[in-house]
Nanobody
Framework: QVQLVESGGGSVQAGGSLRLSCAVS????????LGWFRQAPGKDREGVAA????????YYADSAKGRFTISQDNARNTLDLQMDSLNPEDTAMYYC???????????????????WGQGTQVTVSS
């Protein structure tokens, strides 16, 4: 069974950086779609970035392009999200997610993911 555990969240000032990590266990399918989502109070959960395991294809939300970078570390079995130039609008609970089988038409739909971590809080102050 796939299990996901996020870490790396915290409080930073605007303009700062954070690196989130998601430890992935029970990974047996090279075709997994792995993604980062976030949810702020009173708002819907939204996709931030995603990557297909075993490929070079990456996806980013418009708000993340040029500031965030998604990557995999196979040696550590982690999915990472480097976040630079943070602003208060980035404040949210961040979740990693995985879809274990099948290919989807669009990456950023939360309902399409089979497994979720419990989240890590990111707070950006001005």
């Amino acid at each position: 069974q796939v299990q996901l555990v996020e870490s790396g969240g915290g409080s930073v000032q605007a303009g700062g950086s954070l690196r989130l990590s998601c430890a992935v266990s029970g990974y047996t399918d090279s075709r997994y779609l792995l993604g980062w989502f976030r949810q702020a109070p009173g708002k819907d959960r939204e996709g931030v970035a995603a990557i297909y395991s075993g490929s070079v294809t990456k996806y980013y939300a418009d708000s993340a392009k040029g500031r965030f970078t998604i990557s995999q570390d196979n040696a550590r079995n982690t999915l990472d999200l480097q976040m630079d130039s943070l602003n208060p609008e980035d404040t949210a609970m961040y979740y990693c997610a995985a879809r274990s089988s099948g290919r989807v038409g669009y990456w950023a739909l939360p309902a399409l993911y089979n497994f979720w971590g419990q989240g890590t809080q990111v707070t950006v102050s001005s």
